[in-house]
Protein backbone atom coordinates (compact mmCIF):
# COMPACT_ATOMS: atom_id res chain seq x y z
CA UNK A 1 0.00 0.00 0.00
CA UNK A 2 1.19 3.59 -0.91
CA UNK A 3 1.89 5.86 2.00
CA UNK A 4 0.11 7.82 1.16
CA UNK A 5 -3.11 5.71 0.49
CA UNK A 6 -2.29 4.69 4.23
CA UNK A 7 -2.40 8.05 5.50
CA UNK A 8 -5.51 8.29 4.16
CA UNK A 9 -6.74 5.59 5.64
CA UNK A 10 -5.66 6.55 9.06
CA UNK A 11 -6.80 10.39 8.63
CA UNK A 12 -10.44 9.79 7.37
CA UNK A 13 -12.37 6.58 8.84
CA UNK A 14 -14.83 7.37 6.24
CA UNK A 15 -12.16 6.19 3.59
CA UNK A 16 -11.20 3.55 5.94
CA UNK A 17 -14.74 1.79 6.71
CA UNK A 18 -15.44 2.40 2.58
CA UNK A 19 -12.34 0.19 2.22
CA UNK A 20 -12.90 -2.10 4.49
CA UNK A 21 -16.79 -3.08 3.04
CA UNK A 22 -15.11 -3.00 -0.59
CA UNK A 23 -12.77 -5.83 1.13
CA UNK A 24 -15.92 -7.74 2.22
CA UNK A 25 -17.67 -7.59 -0.59
CA UNK A 26 -15.01 -8.85 -2.54
CA UNK A 27 -14.57 -11.63 -0.15
CA UNK A 28 -11.29 -10.51 0.81
CA UNK A 29 -11.53 -9.60 4.62
CA UNK A 30 -14.65 -12.01 6.14
CA UNK A 31 -15.91 -11.84 9.90
CA UNK A 32 -14.51 -14.99 11.57
CA UNK A 33 -15.00 -16.21 15.25
CA UNK A 34 -11.56 -15.90 17.01
CA UNK A 35 -10.21 -19.40 17.48
CA UNK A 36 -7.69 -19.45 20.18
CA UNK A 37 -5.43 -22.18 18.60
CA UNK A 38 -5.68 -20.30 15.37
CA UNK A 39 -4.14 -17.37 17.19
CA UNK A 40 -1.39 -19.14 18.92
CA UNK A 41 -0.60 -21.29 15.15
CA UNK A 42 -0.10 -17.48 14.02
CA UNK A 43 2.72 -16.22 16.78
CA UNK A 44 4.01 -19.61 17.01
CA UNK A 45 4.99 -18.87 12.98
CA UNK A 46 5.98 -15.06 13.51
CA UNK A 47 8.33 -17.30 16.34
CA UNK A 48 9.30 -19.73 13.42
CA UNK A 49 10.25 -17.23 11.00
CA UNK A 50 12.04 -14.93 13.43
CA UNK A 51 14.37 -18.33 14.26
CA UNK A 52 14.43 -18.66 10.44
CA UNK A 53 16.08 -14.98 10.31
CA UNK A 54 18.51 -15.61 13.22
CA UNK A 55 19.77 -18.74 11.96
CA UNK A 56 20.17 -17.27 8.36
CA UNK A 57 21.69 -13.75 9.26
CA UNK A 58 24.82 -15.26 10.23
CA UNK A 59 24.93 -16.95 6.49
CA UNK A 60 24.39 -14.12 4.81
CA UNK A 61 21.25 -15.13 2.88
CA UNK A 62 19.85 -11.58 3.64
CA UNK A 63 17.35 -11.70 0.69
CA UNK A 64 15.99 -14.40 2.81
CA UNK A 65 15.85 -12.91 6.59
CA UNK A 66 13.94 -9.80 5.13
CA UNK A 67 11.30 -12.47 3.67
CA UNK A 68 11.49 -13.86 7.24
CA UNK A 69 11.12 -10.35 8.29
CA UNK A 70 7.95 -9.72 6.63
CA UNK A 71 6.38 -12.93 7.43
CA UNK A 72 7.37 -12.64 11.47
CA UNK A 73 5.50 -9.61 10.80
CA UNK A 74 2.72 -10.31 8.39
CA UNK A 75 1.45 -13.66 10.86
CA UNK A 76 1.59 -11.56 13.76
CA UNK A 77 -0.88 -8.97 12.12
CA UNK A 78 -2.85 -11.43 11.13
CA UNK A 79 -2.85 -12.95 14.81
CA UNK A 80 -4.76 -9.45 15.76
CA UNK A 81 -6.89 -9.16 13.30
CA UNK A 82 -8.37 -12.80 14.10
CA UNK A 83 -8.52 -11.48 17.68
CA UNK A 84 -11.13 -9.04 17.02
CA UNK A 85 -13.19 -11.65 14.51
CA UNK A 86 -11.66 -11.27 11.08
CA UNK A 87 -10.01 -13.41 8.53
CA UNK A 88 -8.30 -11.44 5.88
CA UNK A 89 -6.84 -12.59 2.11
CA UNK A 90 -4.31 -9.94 1.35
CA UNK A 91 -1.49 -7.79 2.77
CA UNK A 92 -3.26 -4.35 2.30
CA UNK A 93 -6.95 -5.67 4.00
CA UNK A 94 -5.06 -6.39 6.93
CA UNK A 95 -3.87 -3.14 7.04
CA UNK A 96 -7.14 -1.62 6.95
CA UNK A 97 -8.33 -4.10 10.26
CA UNK A 98 -5.38 -3.24 12.04
CA UNK A 99 -5.77 0.41 11.40
CA UNK A 100 -9.85 0.20 12.57
CA UNK A 101 -9.28 -1.77 15.27
CA UNK A 102 -6.18 -1.27 17.00
CA UNK A 103 -4.55 2.29 15.66
CA UNK A 104 -5.08 5.23 18.20
CA UNK A 105 -7.20 3.58 20.58
CA UNK A 106 -5.28 5.21 23.89
CA UNK A 107 -2.72 7.04 22.08
CA UNK A 108 -2.44 10.21 20.41
CA UNK A 109 0.39 11.42 18.51
CA UNK A 110 2.80 12.69 21.20
CA UNK A 111 2.71 8.80 22.10
CA UNK A 112 4.10 7.76 18.80
CA UNK A 113 6.86 6.88 19.31
CA UNK A 114 6.75 4.60 22.52
CA UNK A 115 7.39 1.47 21.51
CA UNK A 116 5.92 -0.07 25.08
CA UNK A 117 1.82 0.73 24.37
CA UNK A 118 -0.21 -2.13 24.00
CA UNK A 119 -1.43 -0.46 20.51
CA UNK A 120 -0.04 -0.67 17.33
CA UNK A 121 0.98 2.77 16.61
CA UNK A 122 1.93 5.02 13.16
CA UNK A 123 5.78 3.26 13.24
CA UNK A 124 4.27 0.05 13.48
CA UNK A 125 1.63 0.27 10.91
CA UNK A 126 4.90 2.03 8.27
CA UNK A 127 7.30 -0.65 9.27
CA UNK A 128 4.52 -3.05 7.88
CA UNK A 129 4.15 -1.34 4.83
CA UNK A 130 8.11 -1.09 4.42
CA UNK A 131 8.91 -4.51 5.33
CA UNK A 132 6.32 -5.59 2.98
CA UNK A 133 7.73 -3.35 -0.04
CA UNK A 134 11.37 -4.74 1.33
CA UNK A 135 10.05 -8.34 1.20
CA UNK A 136 8.65 -8.12 -2.44
CA UNK A 137 12.45 -6.32 -3.45
CA UNK A 138 14.11 -9.75 -1.53
CA UNK A 139 11.93 -12.06 -3.61
CA UNK A 140 11.43 -10.91 -6.72
CA UNK A 141 14.26 -8.66 -7.82
CA UNK A 142 18.01 -10.06 -9.20
CA UNK A 143 19.59 -7.83 -7.13
CA UNK A 144 21.42 -8.73 -3.57
CA UNK A 145 21.59 -5.16 -2.21
CA UNK A 146 20.82 -6.12 1.23
CA UNK A 147 23.63 -5.65 3.61
CA UNK A 148 23.82 -7.42 7.39
CA UNK A 149 22.83 -4.28 9.10
CA UNK A 150 19.83 -3.08 7.75
CA UNK A 151 18.52 -6.71 7.96
CA UNK A 152 19.64 -6.66 11.51
CA UNK A 153 17.66 -3.77 11.76
CA UNK A 154 14.57 -4.61 10.04
CA UNK A 155 14.90 -8.19 12.58
CA UNK A 156 15.05 -6.23 15.48
CA UNK A 157 11.66 -4.24 14.61
CA UNK A 158 10.14 -7.26 13.42
CA UNK A 159 11.31 -8.67 17.21
CA UNK A 160 9.73 -5.60 18.52
CA UNK A 161 6.11 -5.60 16.46
CA UNK A 162 5.59 -9.61 17.72
CA UNK A 163 6.31 -9.42 20.95
CA UNK A 164 4.05 -5.79 21.00
CA UNK A 165 1.53 -8.31 19.26
CA UNK A 166 2.28 -10.68 22.27
CA UNK A 167 1.61 -8.25 24.87
CA UNK A 168 -1.73 -6.73 22.98
CA UNK A 169 -2.95 -10.44 23.13
CA UNK A 170 -1.97 -11.15 26.32
CA UNK A 171 -4.38 -7.59 27.91
CA UNK A 172 -7.28 -9.16 25.30
Known amino acids: MRL ?3 NNLIMYKSLLNKKINQYKKERVIREQSPKESEIAG ?3 KSEHNLNFIKDNLEIGY ?5 TG ?5 Y ?3 LALTLAKGYAS ?8 ILI ?24 DL ?17 KYEFDKKTVNDLRLKAISFVNKVKDILKEK
Do not use: G
Open 4 to 6: LEL
Open 42 to 44: HLE
Open 62 to 66: FDWCI
Open 69 to 73: CYYAV
Open 75 to 77: HAA
Open 89 to 96: KNHDATLC
Open 100 to 123: KEYYDKDINKEDINLINKFFLDYQ
Open 126 to 142: LFYVESKNKRENATYST
